[in-house]
């Protein structure tokens, strides 16, 4: 069977390639009537390899929809979403977000998810003159390029998310605190930082760092890193992780017989019923991540929007990505609310510059390039629940040291 | 030592399954010269056939690889029929642009029926392992193996010791003497694509059981197979098997001993370093026309 011409070959598998690479460039079309209804477009990953936190960040805008316009939509009008699907994919999101502007001529925007797709996005929002709110992309690089119309709609950007974690595990009494740690992460303008800005303050406490790296994306086997953790047996692992490789890598430690004594992930933990389905429950007790919204939060709103999200949804428990977005859409309604108009969108983005806005994650303020001045919340997962530890104050339970799967 | 073994068993899984799933894709190729772009979204389509049948049947999904082939190489049999048939004999380049729609529509009816969030299987040992000596070998893993091995040799022995197999043979060697000698190159055909899109299906129950997917997890997949496939010489079931080998144990040896932001990445240009040698790949044939093109 393998008598083939080699040319002809060639000449096909280029065209394969060629086809393949194409396969990650697929965008959505369509048209919007403006009319009397006020045209919000957002490009968002739909499909693709973060189909998961774009899904959810579609069900976040559709309830900010259905709740603006039962309250008499706004600046009087009725608000349409213009979604269009990235594929996960660099290139189709700019093509998204030029389309929405040049030929949807959508009246304002929301950002899509992950840095990765942020960036490309608001550059185009940016250069277009137009409102770029953004539900997720932390990563410091989205805030040193100088843009005056980009906002993070969470508490804190990626290298400051697990401060919070790392300043509790400092102060740990020291028969608890964790002498060595490791630190793998994917290799991602979100994931990396977050890891980056914990390991900086552990390492300026003394915690030895013995095991780091970074891999590929498209990294499936887990297997190799965990042998070389388990080799230098860290008692602590921060990862940075999105989903798919964060139970990668949980469940490898567990296959391998070997599991740090306390165990920080980011992104992967937080998404709740899937998490504790892909790495089974009973292995989630102690495990401690960044989060930044809590359905039981007693933020303004925040009943409201649980109670329309499970009208719509089926579920009490939105996921953090749809609060997220929810909580970028009311950043924008605040702004647009507040100067009257949309017209001029650098008075928008002056505006925000200049106020705090409430929203179900809490309070949200920005310094000069759009990045947000909080902080983050910790949680963990103790007894199969999802509750936030840290910072006290605001914490549903108190945090315990160590993760004990099996348990 | 024991690092060095345990890094070289583990990619010998790890290739072993790629192995099964590259299978296919190379067996397409060599009866039909057909590239088949949607063998990535067959290979997650089999995932999620396997979840259905673990979540709702209760049946382990390496067992349950006897509901899910089936159903795949049925799925196959027919694409072949009703959308590969008709342009059989069109250039190379449609039946590319072809797979590559059927890619397409194959995400969005995953996505439609199981949707998009992250779905994963985990039956009883999927965090257990074997411990012989100081290394381990995770069960999911060496079950996985060993169903590819058995699902391999399947292949193996029907394309070389059955009637069917001979006509597979005859078939891709020269379809027209075939048709001469009284075989039905259209149903051996089909058939031959059922079973390519089956062996996906299989590959992806496994796949299903050592990583989480969503309906667009095929990207990843198709580019990782294709590239097996070349290395090994296109259309050449052994050679895929090898160089998916050597692909597994690749991966793994650079995650260890050098880096795994590597370990994506040197596979690939072990790949070109290959080809450069050997353009037919690893075990393809060079042909009187690509000595008279170079």
């Known amino acids: ?407 | 030592m024991t690092e060095l073994v345990q890094t070289l068993v583990l990619g010998l899984l790890v290739g072993g399954i790629y192995a099964l799933a590259a299978s296919g894709l190379t067996l397409i190729f060599g009866v039909m010269r057909v590239i088949n772009i949607a063998h990535g979204a067959f290979l997650i389509l089999g995932a999620f056939i396997a979840y259905t049948v673990w979540n709702q049947l209760g049946l382990d999904p390496l067992v349950g690889v006897l509901i899910t082939t089936p159903i795949v190489f049925g799925l196959g049999w027919l694409i072949y029929r009703l959308l590969v048939r008709p342009i059989r004999h069109a250039p190379m380049s449609s039946t590319v642009l072809l797979t590559f729609g059927l890619a397409l529509v194959t995400e969005g009816v995953m996505g439609l029926v199981w949707g998009n969030n992250s779905t994963a299987i985990r039956p009883s040992y999927v965090d257990q392992s074997f411990h012989p000596g100081d290394i381990f070998l995770p069960k999911a893993q060496v079950y996985g193996g060993l169903l590819a091995v058995v699902v391999l040799l399947a292949l193996w022995l029907i394309l070389t010791k059955t009637w069917l197999g001979r006509a597979i043979r005859a078939a891709a060697a020269n379809p027209a003497s075939a048709e001469l000698v009284g075989i039905k190159v259209t149903s051996v055909s089909a058939v031959v694509f059922g079973l390519g899109v089956a062996a996906a299906g299989a590959g992806g129950a496994i796949t299903g059981v050592l990583y989480p997917f969503v309906p667009g997890s095929h990207y990843v997949w198709i580019a990782r197979l294709l590239a097996i496939v070349v290395l090994g010489g296109l259309g050449s079931l052994e050679g895929a098997v090898l160089s998916a080998l050597v692909f597994g144990v690749a991966e793994t040896v650079t995650a260890v001993y050098f880096s795994p932001a590597w370990a994506t990445a040197v596979p690939y240009a072990i790949v070109f370093a290959v080809l450069l040698i050997r353009p037919q790949g690893l075990m393809g044939t060079r042909l009187r026309d690509d000595a008279v093109a170079a």
């Open chain 1, 1 to 407: 069977m393998a008598h083939v011409s080699i040319r002809r070959c060639w000449k096909a598998v280029a065209l394969a390639g060629a086809v393949s690479l194409g396969l990650c460039a697929c965008g959505g079309g369509g048209s919007s009537d403006s009319g009397n209804d006020l045209t919000i477009g957002a490009s968002l990953p739909l499909t693709g390899d973060f189909s998961e936190p774009g899904s959810a960040a579609k069900q976040g805008y559709e309830v900010w929809q259905a709740m603006t316009n039962d309250n008499g939509g706004l600046l009087g009008k009725q608000v349409k979403l213009e979604i269009k699907d990235d594929a996960s994919n660099q290139n189709t999101i700019v093509s998204d977000y030029n389309a929405l502007i040049s030929q949807d001529n959508v009246d304002l925007l929301l950002g899509t998810f992950s840095s990765l797709l942020n960036l490309p996005a608001s550059a185009v929002a940016e250069k277009n003159r137009m409102l770029y709110v953004e539900p997720a992309g932390g990563s410091p690089d989205m805030f040193n390029r100088g843009y005056k119309y980009l906002f993070f709609a969470q508490q804190a950007t990626a290298d400051k998310q697990g401060l919070v974690f790392a300043d509790w595990v400092k102060n740990l009494p020291p028969d608890q605190r964790p002498k060595t740690a490791a630190y793998p992460t994917l290799d991602d303008p979100f994931a990396s930082p977050n890891v980056d800005g914990i390991r900086e303050v552990l390492e300026s406490a003394g915690i030895k760092t013995v095991y780091k790296t970074t891999y590929a994306i498209d990294t499936k086997n887990f297997d190799s890193i965990v042998a070389a953790m388990k080799s230098a047996n860290p008692d602590l692992v921060v990862h940075g992780a999105t989903f798919e490789d964060g139970v990668g890598v949980t469940r490898a430690m567990l296959k391998s017989g070997w599991t740090p004594k306390m165990f920080y992930e980011t992104s992967t933990p937080s998404f709740a019923d899937q998490y504790v389905k892909a790495i089974g429950e009973d292995n989630t007790e102690g495990v401690m991540y960044a989060v930044s919204y809590s359905p039981e939060a007693d933020t303004p709103g925040n009943k409201e929007f649980v109670a329309q999200y499970e009208k719509m949804f089926g579920s009490a428990i939105p996921p953090e990505d749809a609060a997220d977005a929810y909580a970028a859409a009311q950043v924008m309604q605040a702004a647009v609310e507040a100067v009257g108009s949309i017209d001029d969108q650098l008075a928008l983005a002056d505006w925000l510059r200049g106020h705090e806005v409430d929203t179900i994650l809490g309070p949200l303020s920005w310094d000069d390039t759009g990045a947000p001045e909080g902080e983050f919340l910790i949680g963990q997962w103790l007894n199969g629940t999802a509750e936030i530890v840290l910072p006290p104050e605001v914490a549903t339970a108190k945090a315990e040291v160590g993760w004990h799967p099996g348990s």
